[in-house]
């Protein structure tokens, strides 16, 4: 990775820290949400450090376990905060527990099998980039994100949908982007990875919106 691109990853990843903050901060001051989402939040900030690390120190082995492991911390909160959303206790344990155990097996391979297992592209894209077995773990996580609220979409206020569809193309768009490998430039300002942090950053404060939206402008429009 030359230079250049580590050192725009390393500065990009503040957006994400940025975008936990400013979620917590609108929640303080527009209107409460349910813990389990305050705790989402809280995981965004912890993933953007780890991103920031990653990027910003060399690529360690024990950086990448952090940016991996915290993306992976990520997904499963935001699992357990739509779990919590829709879903019985029961199935909340059951898919939260066995999401949690996968991702906590994954990173004890990873750490017994060393940096090379860890960077081995399962599917590749030539030069451009590809996906690790570990960022294939975190699509997966993402996809059952999606499907759990998919499957609840009847549930979503009418008002909060529009919003939901944002996100959903802003996760796709993300998930483009991240196809790139970390130090894939072209015309000289289109760093792909870069780029996904953004996106991601801003997606995540979409993410606040649909919940504010939801636990907040459907009460006051009820009364």
């Known amino acids: ?3 250049s691109t580590a050192l725009v990853n390393a500065v990009s990843a503040y957006s994400i820290i940025l ?3 400013i979620a917590m901060a609108l929640t303080m001051l527009m209107g409460k949400q349910p813990r389990r989402w305050i705790f989402v939040y809280i995981c965004i900030i912890i993933t953007g450090l780890a991103t920031v690390w990653y990027h910003g ?5 024990g950086a990448m376990l952090a940016d991996g492991g915290t993306n992976l911390l990520v997904a499963w909160a935001l699992q357990i905060a739509i779990l919590g959303d829709y879903y019985s206790r029961r199935i909340q344990l059951l898919i939260g527990s066995a999401s949690g155990l996968v991702s906590i ?3 004890l391979f990873t750490v017994l ?3 090379n297992q860890a960077r081995i592209l399962v599917v590749s894209f030539d030069t451009f980039g590809g996906f690790s077995f570990g960022e294939l773990l975190i699509l997966t996580n993402a996809l059952i994100v999606v499907g759990l609220l998919g499957i609840n979409l009847e549930r979503v ?3 909060a949908k529009p919003l939901l569809f944002l996100l959903c193309f802003m996760s796709f768009s993300a998930l483009l982007l991240a196809t790139a490998s970390d130090d ?3 015309f000289q300002v289109i760093a792909y990875h870069a780029t996904w942090h953004l996106v991601s950053s801003f997606g995540f404060i979409v993410l ?8 907040n402008m459907h009460a006051s429009r009820e009364e």
């Open 19 to 21: 975008s936990g903050l």
């Open 105 to 107: 097996a994954f990173i």
């Open 113 to 115: 099998t060393g940096p």
């Open 184 to 186: 894939q430039l072209d």
């Open 157 to 159: 206020p009418k008002h």
């Open 208 to 215: 606040w919106a649909f919940n504010h939206t939801r636990f």
């Open 1 to 3: 990775m030359t230079n």
């Open 57 to 61: 120190f060399g690529e360690t082995f």
